[in-house]
């Protein structure tokens, strides 16, 4: 008698994976990343037909279903790795999941290649001509878990977020038909063309993959649009998405100076490269904050304040015009890099100094020219930034040129010395030096020519169209030398490559203004310390402490670093009584002429200690003052354009 085995029905997926894996091993489907499909540059046969449905808000799941035309045989598919914009391998695979194949309805296996965690590899049956996929997205519900993008009042959609795409093809000879379910009576905004919307089903112009990833969408229960270009020919949106309806009142002459900022990079680049443009901007204590950059629109989240405390928050309304520079400044033209065949090809960042770092410039020019933030505001902030970059540390063993690779490095996750580790000091340092560069410029041409026209001239190309442009090192010092002829690459290598001491500040005195120390901050200074909650001892103590008393971004060999203090240490008393703010800026005051060190009571997980602090140099604030006899560039630097 011949005994008969009952299979657990709970065992069945497994043992479909093994003879699945059995299979494909002995194919050497599964072997290595190696068998993956590289990119050809020919058309994918068929449309893809992705549908999104974004309506279940309360649980914040994205459930998706893609039609995919196929053929008979190996296929792999890929979900997106190498997120443009976030310059890294930062595709939120951790949030994909419920992955279902099916065709005519019968369920096929996959497997997951060995070496590479974004591919799939599925083995179609003959006659199949359509792979259906099914699987969820789902959105960061805290914030250890990530960054939330869709809450009870406002949703985001990242393209790249939600789509599988078969391997062996250049993403942008992939053709996708988007299709939007939304929450009952949501508007949205975003730089696709809607085809048809009926209800609350849209559906989207077909477009291919790389167009489709760099065109996200915000929806939301509240929403509005103003238009920031009226009468031109290429029309500007601010679309506003809130946690409530009062948060999107924003004052007339608020919105004048937002559609002022738009008039002076019109000036400023003198083209346009996007059929239409559309700031999304999400004003949310819920929403997951950002700043990402798309060829004709830009992802920005804020707090809900923005417009409504609008006193409070000038120092944030930098983002719209870094974000709108990036327009013409890292999406128009790229560094040669970024040219990458699809989403799964390694980024090189060599040249995000440029990218980046010329983009944080512009933004910050573009705030003050436009009125977002008063100039003598500004000022105070590249005060902040030349007295940020002058005392990092870790400057000694890392050039700002290596910071390029920290988002594959780091991919922008805290760390425990940051001023000695470094992190993506390319954007504000890089910024420093293209003041230096600017006013080079200026000074060489006798105020005749600036980086103004370096703008035009390398950003300002080929109006209207808006296939990408890339560009290479020697590029832009061709295009540097044709507006005023220099050693602008030994210039630019020493700036990037150097170790200092200090940050590259010759483009501040250059500007007629140097960096000083106070023993108060400035007004704007205070009211931005003020709304972060932070005191800021950077200066004096080499430290700051947050409203909870958290000793925080501690300077590497600084008075607090030479004392043994750390991150995640709370600090409870100063010279024996309860921790305040105003009570250790009172003891660094009195230290000045006293004979006995700061003696700070901190406590680090159960250990308590007493610390001596021996610093006698008195607070510290850093504050730009006019070199006398200088002509004053930074201000003409900041001036609108005419």
């Known amino acids: ?228 270009a009226p009468g031109a020919r290429v029309p500007v949106h601010l679309d506003l998405v809130a946690d409530t309806a009062e948060a999107l009142e924003a004052r007339p ?42 060829h004709q629109s830009s992802e920005n989240g804020l707090r809900t304040g923005y417009f409504t405390d609008w006193a409070k928050n000038e120092g944030e309304r930098s983002l719209l015009p870094h974000e709108f520079a990036h327009s013409w400044n890292g999406k128009f033209r790229r560094p040669a890099g970024q040219d990458v065949p699809d989403f799964n090809t390694p980024l090189q960042n060599s040249l995000l100094w440029v990218y980046e770092g010329q983009t944080q410039y512009w933004g910050e020019v573009l705030s003050a020219r436009s009125g977002l933030i008063k100039m003598e505001h500004m000022r105070d902030l590249f005060a902040a930034m030349a007295a940020r970059y002058d005392t990092v540390q870790g400057r000694d063993w890392r050039a700002v040129q290596d910071t390029t690779n920290d988002p594959i490095i780091n991919s922008r996750r805290p760390q425990p010395w940051s001023n000695w580790q470094r992190a993506e000091d390319y954007y504000s340092e890089g910024a420093l030096i293209w003041l230096d560069v600017d006013t080079k410029i200026r000074e060489m041409s006798g105020e005749r020519r600036s980086l103004n026209d370096f703008a035009r001239s390398f950003f300002g190309v080929d109006d209207g169209v808006s296939v990408a442009s890339h560009y290479t090192f020697e590029d832009v010092v061709q295009a540097l030398n044709a507006v005023q002829a220099y050693d602008w690459a030994s210039f630019l290598r020493a700036r990037l490559d150097g170790h200092g001491p200090g940050a590259p500040l010759d483009g501040l005195t250059r500007a007629g203004w140097k960096l000083v120390y106070a023993d108060k901050p400035t007004d704007f200074l205070k009211s931005q310390e003020d709304q972060s909650k932070w005191a800021n001892f950077q200066y004096s103590l080499g430290f700051s402490v947050s409203a909870e008393g958290r000793i925080e971004a501690l300077r590497w060999e600084g008075p607090g670093f030479r004392a043994g203090l750390s991150g995640n240490t709370m600090l409870l008393a100063v010279n024996g009584r309860a921790y305040k703010a105003d009570l250790l800026r009172a003891a660094i005051t009195a230290a000045k002429d006293g004979k006995q060190p700061i003696e700070l009571l901190v406590r680090k997980g159960n250990l308590y200690r007493t610390i001596a602090l021996d610093y006698r140099d008195g607070l510290k604030y850093p504050r730009l003052e006019r070199i006398p006899g200088t002509p004053d560039r930074l201000s003409a630097i900041l001036q609108p354009l005419k």
Do not use: C
């Not at 190498?82 to 005519?104: I, M, R, Y």
């Not at 937002?258 to 083209?271: D, G, Y």
């Open 253 to 294: 002459e608020q919105i004048e100076l937002h559609r002022a900022m738009v008039a002076q990079a019109l000036k400023l680049f003198n083209s346009q490269h996007y059929a239409h443009y559309d700031f999304l901007l999400a004003l949310s204590d819920e929403f997951g904050g950002i700043g990402r950059e798309h």
């Open 1 to 228: 008698m011949t005994a008969t085995k009952t299979v657990s029905p709970s065992r069945l997926p497994r043992l479909r994976a093994a003879a699945l894996l059995a299979a494909l091993l002995a194919t050497g489907l599964a072997a290595h990343a190696d068998t993956i499909p590289a990119p050809a540059d020919q058309p994918y046969p068929g449309t893809i037909v992705l549908k999104v449905d974004a309506s279940n808000t309360a649980q914040q799941i994205f459930r998706i279903r893609e039609s995919i035309p196929v053929r008979p045989g190996k296929l792999t598919l890929l979900y997106p790795q190498w997120v443009p914009g976030n310059h890294g391998p930062s595709g939120p695979l951790n949030q994909f999941a419920g992955l279902k194949l099916t065709v005519d309805g019968k369920s096929l296996d996959w497997l997951r290649d060995m070496v590479n965690m974004y591919a799939f590899h599925v083995e179609v049956p003959a006659g199949a001509t359509t792979l259906e996929a099914e699987y969820q997205y789902l959105s960061p519900l805290e914030a250890n878990q990530g960054r939330t993008t869709m809450t009870g009042e406002m949703l985001g959609v990242q393209w790249h977020a939600m789509a599988l795409y078969p391997a062996g093809y250049r993403t942008r000879a992939i053709t996708v038909q988007p299709k939007l379910t939304l929450p009952a009576g949501w508007q949205y905004g975003t730089a696709l063309e809607t085809a048809q919307r009926t209800g609350d089903e849209v559906v989207f112009q077909p477009l291919d993959l790389e167009k489709l990833v760099d065109s996200p969408l915000f929806a939301g229960r509240y929403f509005r649009r103003f238009d920031l």
